[in-house]
């Protein structure tokens, strides 16, 4: 299967549109054989239904609003031991970045937490190619970000893809229209960024509204909410509505993440 020129994310304008066009490069010339069907585990989907809020800790470096994260503290930076501060904070779930340019992500990082961490891993990029999916099956992640914004109506195929290879799907909508394209593809967890990617504006107000409109249209999946949370009180709102927030920056910058996590989840 070879890369597909007329995904929306390629023509995006602002940060989404460059870090899609670079990864697009990355996979320019690979293809995929995906060959069987892997057992899936449903553990990222299982960590998420429990009751109450769930969270997910992200383990970054960098962000292209923020720049280097935790820069003062190298020990923050080791992506093993920020995931078992996560888990020894109570997170439930870990989301680890990949993207290598804009984020310190590499494959490396997702290895190292899945060795050393028994929560299940998000793959968290920017997939514009199905082999970036058997890439996070065989690197050992639980599940892989899928972006509306950049996939458009190829999510359901995606979707599929990660299915086939055992993954479970966080399938991230923006607006309204996104939304539609995510309950129509089928999708069990569907993230809501607050953090619009061309401008990179946060609107906290966006995940509870896409959120309830979700709901509303009988959406029975989890809803996670994504991007801006810093504190307990900006999470009151979501208990009600969400069943898990995947928290990043805050976290990843605060100087001890294990109480970071304790005091966002108390």
Known sequence: MRLRSELPGLHRPGVLGQIVRERAQDYLDVHLSPGPARTPTGRFRAALSR?????????????????????LDPAQLDPA?????????????????????????????????????????????????????????????????LMVSVLGDQTATYLRIARHLGLDALVEVHDEHELEIALASGAEIIGVNNRDLTTLDISLGNAPRLIAAARAQGY??????????????DLSGLYALADAVLVGSSLAGSGDLTQAVRELLA
């Open 51 to 71: 009751p109450g809020l769930s969270l997910i800790a992200e383990v970054k470096r960098a962000s292209p609003s923020q720049g280097t994260i935790a820069a």
């Open 81 to 145: 031991r920020a995931a078992l501060s996560y888990e020894r904070g109570g997170a439930a779930a870990l989301s680890v970045l990949t993207e290598p340019r804009h984020f310190g992500g590499s494959p490396e990082a997702l290895r190292e937490v899945v060795a050393a961490c028994g929560l299940p891993t998000l793959r968290k990029d920017f997939v514009v190619h199905p082999v970036m999916l058997a890439e996070a099956a065989d690197w050992g992640a639980a599940a892989a970000l």
């Open 220 to 233: 029975t999946g989890l809803l996670v909410a994504e991007s801006g949370y810093r504190n307990a009180a």
